[in-house]
């Protein structure tokens, strides 16, 4: 925090004559170099603007679940329990600046809290994440881990919805997930863009023999 300088009272240098002065005088200058050296030290910390420091990645939660095909697996009836449906949404905005070369991701939910600030790099045409709030959510199916952090609304959007699906089939005690479908739906409102997640599956349980 930095706290205003208040006022002070001026002080005066007084400069004699003759040898026996010569000393004193020298003290009262360092005295004064030293007083406008701290002042100036003053000035320019209250001019630079605030910056933040961050890590290279921003904090991540991950979760994943086995997709199973069970056509393609070797399993009767008695092997298995297959739960009722369960339908998880999340919803992501993204605002882009004037020029178009810089865009910010939030999550809209009440449950979410995370900010993804890109930046694009034109010599090298990619986008570059330039800044980043809050802790992300992400999950995924199988051996998909890929822990990059897309630029992508809708990817992210993806994401967040896959780890609460994930969450709610883990807490039902699900070992693995059945039929996953992902749909996102997008819509517009003034200068943000909105995308709607809605992910659907059945959880499975295997019996213990």
Known sequence: M???VGKTTPHFLIITTGPESVGKNNVHMKALSSFFCRASLVLLLASIPFIYTRAEE???ATNSMRALDLSALKLSPADF?????ITVTSLVSVEWSRRGDEKTIRSEDSSENFMLAFE???KEDKWELKE???VLTFGYLGNDTELSIPHQTVRIADRVGLYRLISK?????ADAIIDPIISTNMAR???????KTTVTARPLTLKSK
């Open 2 to 4: 930095f706290s205003r």
């Open 169 to 173: 089939a883990q807490e039902l005690g």
């Open 120 to 122: 694009l790099n034109k």
């Open 132 to 134: 980043f709030d809050g």
């Open 189 to 195: 409102n003034g200068s943000k863009l909105y995308f």
């Open 58 to 60: 921003p904090p991540m």
């Open 81 to 85: 329990t297959i739960m009722p449906q």
